[in-house]
Antibody, heavy 120, light 108 residues
Framework: QVTLRESGPALVRSTQTLTLTCSFSGFSLASTGMCVTWIRQPPGRALEWLARIDWDDDTYYNISLRTRLTISKDTPKNQVVLTLTNVAPVDTATYYC????????????WGPGLLVTVSS | SYVLTQPLSVSVAPGKTAEITCAGDNIESKSVHWHQQKPGQAPVLVIHRDDGRPSGISERFSGSNSGTTATLTISRVEAEDEADYYCQVWDGSSHHVVFGGGTKLTVL
């Protein structure tokens, strides 16, 4: 059974760095083809892809946020960490981590999401 | 960058068939996946690899992908199907996961 869960602060101040952790079970990032990805959704708006990290340490970023994002993994702990620097109120969103199966390029399991509010 | 275009909204009466489209350049060359998001909940994968149903998804959900349009079809629509639906692909050129803008399905 695949599960993922996001953790981190519910409230951050403008210009600070947001650090989010995805803890997962039911699969391993040591397994070929397994990836974890981060997606966010501002209130009332559409999904926006942020970043992806693969079993072989390859990383991919949304080009519009590339300079502010870092994704990393701790394979033995089954955790993936996303950092977003210099946050602003426009970064207020529900942040989701999800499993990405590279064989078919699909996001197949989602975490419940974490609402992060950025105050000015 | 690759763009997926969905209608903002689709309305359908209970028991009828709903079709939600997702348009993209040569989308038939990509594997298209569909996610359902009910209010206040995380998305759930309902169709993968163009036309496959993940375990536990109702057979009323089906998909197709041809030319420049992928389509999610929901047969015998029920009130519980009311949700936002997003199509998703991987763009190998930009190395991006791409989502459509989402379609709100309203059951009349």
């Amino acid at each position: 059974q695949v599960t993922l869960r996001e953790s981190g602060p519910a409230l951050v101040r403008s210009t600070q760095t947001l650090t989010l952790t995805c803890s997962f079970s039911g699969f391993s990032l040591a397994s070929t083809g397994m990836c974890v990805t981060w997606i966010r959704q501002p209130p009332g708006r559409a999904l926006e892809w942020l970043a992806r990290i693969d079993w072989d340490d390859d990383t991919y970023y949304n080009i519009s946020l590339r300079t502010r994002l870092t994704i990393s993994k701790d394979t033995p702990k089954n955790q993936v960490v996303l950092t977003l620097t210099n946050v602003a109120p426009v970064d207020t969103a529900t942040y989701y981590c999800a499993r990405f199966a590279s064989a078919w390029h699909e996001v197949d399991y989602w975490g419940p999401g974490l609402l992060v509010t950025v105050s000015s | 960058s690759y763009v997926l275009t969905q209608p903002l909204s689709v309305s359908v009466a209970p028991g009828k068939t709903a079709e939600i489209t997702c348009a993209g350049d040569n989308i038939e060359s990509k594997s298209v996946h569909w996610h359902q998001q009910k209010p206040g909940q995380a998305p759930v994968l309902v169709i993968h690899r163009d036309d496959g149903r993940p375990s536990g998804i109702s057979e009323r959900f089906s998909g197709s992908n041809s030319g420049t349009t992928a389509t999610l079809t929901i047969s015998r629509v029920e009130a519980e199907d009311e949700a936002d639906y997003y199509c998703q692909v991987w763009d190998g050129s930009s190395h991006h996961v791409v989502f459509g803008g989402g379609t709100k399905l309203t059951v009349l």
